[in-house]
């Protein structure tokens, strides 16, 4: 079983930043690969990015060039820094990690850009 605690998420007028955390009950260099992803109302679950043990990130394209995935093992933390963020990106940003084959959700952050 993972726990997985996200933590950032607010009101960000169109072009500014954001920093979201996910805290993991265990050592995430345990867990496969790790990721955030969106959701609006009425509208699929979609991926923005992820990061395997090894490091390797991957992006959805809107995210390309101004999003940036990481992970601290010793914290047991992974992060997702937003910049340049646009009203689009508004949505519910979800923690997951893949861990012995399943996976794990975390409650959730809102962020919302508005001006």
């Known amino acids: 079983q993972v726990q997985l605690v996200e933590s950032g998420g607010g009101l960000v007028q169109p072009g500014g930043s954001l920093r979201l955390s996910c805290a993991a009950s265990?050592?995430?260099?345990?867990?496969?690969?790790m990721g955030w992803y969106r959701q609006v109302p009425g509208k699929q679950r979609e991926l923005v990015a992820r990061?395997?043990?090894?490091?390797?990130?991957n992006y959805r394209d809107s995210a390309k060039g101004r999003f940036s995935i990481s992970r601290d093992n010793a914290k047991n933390t992974m992060y997702l820094q937003m910049n340049s963020l646009k009203p689009e990106d508004t949505a519910v940003y979800y923690c997951?990690?893949?861990?012995?084959?399943?996976?794990?959700w975390g409650q959730g952050t809102q962020v919302t850009v508005s001006s």
């Open positions: 997951n990690a893949l861990f012995n084959n399943r996976n794990f």
């Open positions: 265990v050592s995430i260099l345990r867990v496969d690969s």
């Open positions: 990061i395997t043990g090894g490091g390797v990130t």
